[in-house]
Structures are given as structure tokens and as C-alpha cells.
């Protein structure tokens, strides 16, 4: 049986659309020189097409696509020292099936509220906000409980540079750990 190795790392930055999530990755990636993969280039075609035609997905459309994450953190962790995942994971069954099978899988929830959201949502340049997608994103948001131990928490309500280095923090913090 092939199993990732127990030194290795997987860590999925999660949260709502606007959080952050890709581009902290991709910061932090770099800064620690690690394999960084966009969840969203794993959606299936179907998805995309469906998105694409401004309709939301639902659980069964999420399911292959979860899958997906679930055997690319599999891979990562078999072949990479550490990796970073982006990917909303808003409710725990997402994260109850990211997790299956990866032992060395961690969470970063980057969570922030809803005002600081939607100002930096309202800011970005070439990106028209819907400001009902992030309502829907809150309201399917199932905060991390205690019962998730494998989720570490940074707060976004600070700078770029001070999310990043959190975020970097975090990750060295818990490879340390052996967590």
C-alpha cells in the first residue's frame, strides 16, 4: 500500500470568496518555496459550464470536484515536503471529505468579517463583485468547532503583509509541532 510520507505536509488555506485565499497562497508559497495548487483549476467541465452560465453549484456537483482535492493533497503529500491547497471548504462534510486518507492535512481558515469582505471585494480592479455571492458564502459558512482540531485560524482583518506572515507563521508553527 502506498502511503504519504509522515514528514510531509499538506495545508488548505480556506475561507469565503474574497478572503484572500489565492493570493496569500501564492505569497506564501514562494516565500516558503512550496508546490501551490489552485483548487478551482480541478473543477470538472461541467461545473465550469455551469458557473460559467451564472447558475451555483450544489453538494452533488461539488462531490467530483472535492474528490479531485482530496486525491491531488494525496499526491502532493506523497511527493512534497509541505503544499498549499486553496479551496473554500465552506462546510465541514467538504472538509470531512478533503480529509479522508490525509493524515498530514491541515486547514488554514482565513477568517475576517463581513464589512472587511466586502470593502476589499468592492476594491479589486477588473473583478465586477455581486454582493449576494458573498452573502451566499457567509451564509453556507460552517465555522470551524472545536471538534476540528486539524483547522488553525489566521485573521485577515490585517494588512496583506501581516496575513502573509501569519499564514507563514502558522505553517512553520505546525510543521514544527509534528502536528
Not at 102 to 114: A, Q, R, S, T
Not at 146 to 155: C, G, I, K, N, R
Request: charged share 20%; hydrophobic share 40%; with cysteine.
Amino acid at each position: 500500500m502506498i502511503t504519504p510520507s509522515s514528514s510531509h505536509h499538506v495545508f488548505i488555506l480556506m475561507g469565503v470568496s474574497g478572503s484572500g485565499k489565492s493570493v496569500v497562497a501564492n505569497r506564501v508559497s514562494h516565500e516558503l518555496n512550496t508546490a501551490f495548487l489552485d483548487g478551482d483549476f480541478l473543477h470538472p467541465r461541467s461545473n465550469i459550464m455551469k458557473m460559467a452560465e451564472g447558475h451555483p453549484l450544489d453538494d452533488n456537483d461539488r462531490q467530483p470536484w472535492l474528490q479531485a482535492l482530496n486525491d491531488a493533497a494525496f499526491a502532493m503529500q506523497r511527493t512534497q515536503a509541505v503544499s498549499i491547497i486553496v479551496c473554500s471548504a465552506l462546510k465541514k462534510s467538504y472538509r470531512d471529505i478533503l480529509r479522508q486518507g490525509n493524515h498530514n492535512l491541515k486547514f488554514i481558515y482565513l477568517k475576517g468579517d463581513f464589512e472587511t469582505i466586502e470593502t476589499r471585494l468592492k476594491a479589486r480592479k477588473g473583478h465586477f463583485f455581486k454582493p449576494q455571492m458573498l452573502v451566499t458564502q457567509f451564509a453556507t459558512l460552517q465555522e470551524p468547532g472545536t471538534d476540528e482540531a486539524d483547522v488553525l485560524m489566521v485573521d485577515i482583518n490585517h494588512s496583506l503583509d501581516d496575513v502573509v506572515a501569519a499564514t507563514v507563521a502558522t505553517i512553520r508553527d505546525a510543521i514544527n509541532k509534528g502536528e
